[in-house]
Nanobody, 119 residues
């Protein structure tokens, strides 16, 4: 069974930092590019970041460039999203997602972890 388990989301103040983790199992982790997707209430999904299978290339949406860093450890089936200088607009549920090379979703999302940025 494919499992993607996100964790690390909490409430933080603007300017704070969080480290989100996604633990993957049930598939060949190193065979897939991985991404982080977020969805705020009433809004559609937004692809925040992605990393190729062995970390050769990364993608970030413009709004998080310079603040977020994606990384992965294929030996541990783990993908990380380090988020710094958090803003109110970063509030969302963050999901781990395995994708194909063209960006299309390959496997189902995880259950998500809630990030709330509030003063």
């Amino acid at each position: 069974e494919v499992q993607l388990v996100e964790s690390g989301g909490v409430m933080v103040q603007p300017g704070g930092s969080l480290r989100l983790s996604c633990a993957a199992s049930g598939f060949t982790f190193s065979a897939y590019d991985m991404s982080w997707v977020r969805q705020a209430p009433g809004k559609g999904p937004e692809w925040v970041s992605a990393m190729q299978t062995y970390g050769d290339s990364t993608y970030y949406i413009d709004s998080v460039k310079g603040r977020f860093t994606i990384s992965r450890d294929n030996a541990k089936n783990l993908v990380i999203l380090q988020m710094n200088s958090l803003q109110l607009e970063d509030t969302a549920v963050y999901y781990c997602n395995a994708i194909y090379g063209n960006g299309a979703t390959a496997l189902g999302w995880g259950q998500g972890t809630q990030v709330t940025v509030s003063s």
